[in-house]
C-alpha cells in the first residue's frame, strides 16, 4: 500500500515554488523584447519592406510619434511589472489557502480518529462518516488516502463473535450488534464510493483499498466498478454472509486480488464482469460454502489466478443468466507455485463456458472427471 504514496504525495503537496523577482522579471522582459521583434519582422516581411530612407528629415509629426510609443514602452513595462506581482501574490495566496485548508483537514481528522477510539457505538459511527466526509473534501489525494486507510483499518480489528441469545449475555449481544453496525457502515460507505464514476466528486476509484482479513458479512455492491488502478485487496478476507456484487466490474488495471480469500456463505457473484487487462489472484481460496458465480465473465486479457485455490463446499457456476463464461484471450491459471487447484467437493460447472480452456484446468482435475466438475463436450473431445 505505502509503495504507492510517493508520487501521489510528491504531486499533491503542492510546495510553492517562486522564481526570485529580479529573475521574473528577466524572463519576463526577455518573452516581451522577442515577441515584438518576432512581430516587427514579421511585418515587413509580409510588406515586403526594402529599406530605411536615410534622408528624411525628423518633423514634429514623427517627433511626437517617438514620444507616444517612448511613452508606451513605459506603460508596456509597468505593466508586465504589475503582472509579475500579480502572478507572485496570487500564487501566495492559493498555497496559504492549501495550507489553511490542511490544517483544518487534519484537526477534523484527529477529532474523527478519537470518536472510532470511544467505548460508544454511536460515537464510533459519528466518527465513520465524520472520516468518509473528510476523504470527500480533502484538499489532494495523499490525504484522502489516508481516510481510506483508516477506515479499512478499523475493519482489520479483531472483534468479538457473537454471544448469541443467551439471556445472559444479552448486553454483550447487544453491543456486538451495535459494533457490527459499524463495520457495516463502513463497508456499505467503500461500496456507495467505488461505485462513483471515477473523476466524479466523493468517488473513491483509484484510491488503494485495503481489506486484508475482514469479515464481509453482509450485502455490499460493485456493480459496474472500474478497477482500473491503484490496489485494491480482499486477501484473506471472508465471505460468510450477505451478497456482494462484482457483476458488470470491468478490471483492466492496477491490481485487484482474492488470495487467500475463504467463501464460505452468501453469495458472491462476478456476472458479466470483464477480466481485460490486470492479475486478478484467487490462487489458494477457500470456497468452501459460498455461492460464486462467473456466468457471461469474459477473460479476454490480464491473468487470472486460481492455483492452490481449494474448491471444497458450496457452488462455483461459470454460467448464467447472460450465458457462460468467454474465455477469449489472456491467462487463466488452474496452477502455480502452491499446487494446482483442488475440486474435492464444490459443485463447479463451466458446461456453458467458451472459448480454450483455461491453461492446466483439466490436467488439475484429473481423470475420471469428478461427477461435480462439469465441462463443455469440445473441452472433452481435446482430451480424449
Not at 480518529?113 to 466518527?127: E, F, M, N, Q
Not at 472520516?131 to 475493519?155: E, F, H, K, W
Not at 470483464?274 to 486478478?280: E, M, Q
Not at 462455483?316 to 468467454?326: E, L, Q, Y
Request: aromatic share 12%.
Amino acid at each position: 500500500m505505502a509503495a504507492n504514496r510517493g508520487p501521489r504525495a510528491a504531486r499533491d503537496g503542492r510546495e510553492l515554488r517562486l522564481w526570485k523577482v529580479g529573475w521574473a522579471l528577466i524572463a519576463i522582459f526577455a518573452a516581451a523584447i522577442l515577441a515584438a521583434g518576432s512581430v516587427f519582422y514579421s511585418l515587413i516581411a509580409l510588406l515586403d519592406f526594402q529599406e530605411i530612407d536615410t534622408t528624411a528629415k525628423l518633423d514634429a509629426k514623427t517627433l511626437f510619434d517617438l514620444v507616444k510609443l517612448s511613452f508606451g514602452v513605459v506603460a508596456g513595462a509597468g505593466a508586465l511589472v504589475a503582472l509579475v506581482v500579480a502572478y507572485r501574490r496570487q500564487r501566495v495566496d492559493e498555497a496559504g489557502a492549501h495550507r489553511e485548508a490542511t490544517r483544518l483537514h487534519t484537526e477534523r481528522f484527529s477529532q474523527a480518529v478519537d470518536k472510532l477510539g470511544s467505548d460508544s457505538p454511536a460515537v464510533r459511527l459519528g466518527g465513520v462518516h465524520a472520516l468518509a466526509g473528510l476523504a470527500d473534501d480533502a484538499p489532494n489525494n495523499s490525504l484522502r488516502q489516508t481516510c481510506i486507510d483508516v477506515l479499512c483499518a478499523y475493519l482489520q480489528l479483531p472483534f468479538t463473535p457473537d454471544p448469541g441469545d443467551d439471556p445472559s449475555d444479552q448486553e454483550e449481544h447487544h453491543r456486538y450488534l451495535a459494533l457490527r453496525k459499524v463495520r457495516h457502515t463502513i463497508l456499505h460507505l467503500i461500496s456507495d464510493h467505488y461505485q462513483r464514476p471515477r473523476g466524479t466528486r466523493r468517488s473513491w476509484q483509484g484510491c488503494d483499498l485495503d481489506l486484508n482479513g475482514v469479515t464481509i458479512d453482509c450485502h455490499l455492491s460493485f456493480i459496474g466498478v472500474m478497477f482500473s488502478s491503484g490496489m485494491v485487496s480482499f486477501e484473506g478476507a471472508t465471505f460468510s454472509g450477505g451478497v456482494v456484487h462484482f457483476g458488470e466490474a470491468t478490471f483492466s488495471g492496477g491490481y485487484v486480488s482474492f488470495q487467500g480469500a475463504t467463501f464460505s456463505g452468501g453469495s458472491v457473484y462476478f456476472e458479466d464482469a470483464v477480466f481485460s487487462g490486470t492479475n486478478v489472484r484467487f490462487d489458494r481460496a477457500a470456497f468452501s460454502g459460498s455461492y460464486v458465480n462467473f456466468g457471461g465473465a469474459t477473460f479476454s486479457g490480464g491473468t487470472v489466478y486460481f492455483g492452490g485455490a481449494t474448491f471444497s463446499g458450496g457452488r462455483v457456476d461459470f454460467h448464467g443468466p447472460t450465458g457462460g463464461a468467454r474465455f477469449s484471450a489472456g491467462i487463466v491459471h488452474f496452477d502455480g507455485p502452491t499446487g494446482g487447484a483442488r475440486f474435492s467437493g464444490a459443485a463447479v460447472d463451466f458446461s456453458h463456458a467458451s472459448g480454450p480452456a483455461p491453461e492446466w484446468l483439466l490436467s488439475t482435475v484429473g481423470m475420471p472427471i469428478p461427477p461435480i466438475v462439469h465441462f463443455p463436450s469440445t473441452w472433452l473431445s481435446s482430451v480424449s
